[in-house]
C-alpha cells in the first residue's frame, strides 16, 4: 500500500479497494466510473476507501475497461477570432469541475479538416462539442452515430444543441436603426456555410417586411477583420446608410474602411456587429452590437454533454436536448442617425411602437 511517509509500496487498484470494503471488484468500477449504477451511500463508501487507500486512477487501464477516457473535446472552426475564447472558456472550466480533461481542435474554417477531426476523434473522447460547425447536417448526424455530440448554434434534428438567438437580436439591431430613419440597409453575411448567418438573413427580411424598409443581403464573407475592407466597399456600392455585419470583427475591419473612404461613423454610415467581443468597445467609435451569453452557452453545452453520458444505458429520463439563450442589443456610438433624418417618426416606425 503506502509507507508513512506517503511514497507509495505498490500501486493500489480497484481490487485492494474492493478487498478492504467487502464487495465486488465490479462494484468498485461501477462507483467510480458509472456512479449512477450504484446507490449514493455505496458510491460514497467506495470514494472513502479510495482515498484512504491512496487509489489513483489509471486513466489508460480505466478506458480500456469502461470504455471511457474521461476526456471531451470542443472543435471550433476558429481558434484565433475571439468570440471562441470565452466558449473555450466555459467548456474547458465545466469540464475540469467535473473531473474530465478538456481536447480542443481549430479546424481552420476548412470542412475537410472539421469531416476528418470527427472521425479522428471518435474513438479517443468521450463526447464533442461542435461550434459553428461549417458541415452539412447529414455529416454531423452520421458523426453523432459514433460519438455523443451537442452542436453550438446549430440545430439538427436528432442532436443536442444550444443556440444563442442572434437572429432576434438582429432584429432589435434593425429596429434600432429604423427608429433612427434609416430606411435601406445591409447585412454583411458570413460564410456560405454558416447555419448562423442563413437564420439571421432570414429575420432581418421578415422583419424589414414587417418595417416597410429595404434589406440587401452582401456576401458572403470570411468572417475576419481582413475582410472588412471588402465589406465596406460594398456597402458602400450598394448605397445604404446602415450595416448589419455577421460578426464584430468583420464590423472593426470596415470602421478602418470606411475611414479611409472619409465616410464617417455614424454620420454617413451606421454600423452594428455581433458577439460584443473582446475590444469591441475599444475601436473607434466604439462598436454598437448583439451581448452574446457565450461563456455561459459553453458551460451549457458541457454540461447536456455530460448529462447524456452519465445517462446513457440508463432507464432515467433524458437530459434536455435543446437550450436558446437570448441576446441584446448593447448601443455604443457606431450607431447614429441616417444622414438627413429629421427625427420626425415615418409610418413604418409609428406603426411598430403602436
Not at 471511457?68 to 470542443?74: D, F, G, N
Amino acid at each position: 500500500m503506502r509507507h508513512r511517509d506517503g511514497e507509495s509500496q505498490a500501486t493500489v487498484t480497484i481490487s485492494d479497494v474492493a478487498r478492504s470494503i467487502g464487495v465486488a471488484t465490479s462494484t468498485v468500477s461501477r462507483a467510480l466510473t458509472k456512479p449512477g449504477r450504484v446507490s449514493e451511500a455505496m458510491r460514497q463508501r467506495v470514494l472513502t476507501a479510495a482515498n484512504e487507500l491512496g487509489y489513483q486512477p489509471n486513466p489508460h487501464a480505466r478506458s480500456l475497461t469502461s470504455g471511457r477516457t474521461q476526456s471531451i473535446a470542443l472543435v471550433v472552426p476558429d481558434v484565433t477570432n475571439p468570440y471562441f475564447f470565452d466558449l473555450i472558456r466555459g467548456t474547458q472550466a465545466q469540464a475540469k469541475a467535473r473531473g474530465y480533461r478538456h481536447v480542443l481542435v481549430d479546424t481552420e474554417e476548412s470542412t475537410e479538416m472539421e469531416a476528418a477531426t470527427l472521425t479522428e476523434l471518435s474513438p479517443s473522447v468521450d463526447g464533442i462539442v461542435v461550434a459553428a460547425s461549417r458541415l452539412p447536417d447529414s455529416a454531423l448526424l452520421g458523426a453523432s452515430e459514433r460519438v455523443p455530440l451537442v452542436v453550438v448554434n446549430r440545430e439538427i434534428p436528432g442532436v443536442p444543441s444550444v443556440v444563442i438567438d442572434t437572429p432576434m437580436g438582429m432584429v432589435q439591431a434593425l429596429d434600432h436603426l429604423v427608429s433612427f430613419g434609416h430606411r435601406s440597409v445591409a447585412y454583411l453575411a458570413g460564410p456560405a456555410t454558416s447555419w448562423s448567418s442563413r437564420k439571421r438573413w432570414r429575420a432581418i427580411q421578415q422583419a424589414a417586411r414587417r418595417l416597410g424598409i429595404t434589406a440587401h443581403s452582401i456576401g458572403p464573407f470570411s468572417p475576419t477583420r481582413a475582410a472588412g475592407a471588402a465589406a465596406a466597399d460594398a456597402a458602400i456600392h450598394h448605397g445604404v446608410t446602415a450595416c448589419l455585419f455577421f460578426n464584430d470583427l468583420l464590423a472593426i475591419g470596415s470602421l478602418q474602411r470606411f475611414a479611409e473612404r472619409g465616410v464617417r461613423v455614424p454620420e454617413d454610415m451606421s454600423v452594428v456587429g455581433c458577439d460584443d467581443i473582446f475590444g469591441a468597445d475599444f475601436c473607434h467609435p466604439p462598436l454598437t452590437t448583439l451581448t452574446a451569453p457565450i461563456e455561459h452557452a459553453g458551460r451549457v453545452a458541457t454540461d447536456m454533454l455530460l448529462a447524456g453520458l452519465q445517462t446513457a444505458g440508463i432507464d432515467v429520463p433524458a437530459p434536455r436536448q435543446r437550450e436558446k439563450l437570448p441576446t441584446h442589443l448593447t448601443i455604443r456610438r457606431s450607431t447614429g442617425p441616417a444622414p438627413g433624418w429629421t427625427g420626425l417618426s415615418t409610418n413604418s416606425t409609428q406603426g411598430n411602437q403602436a
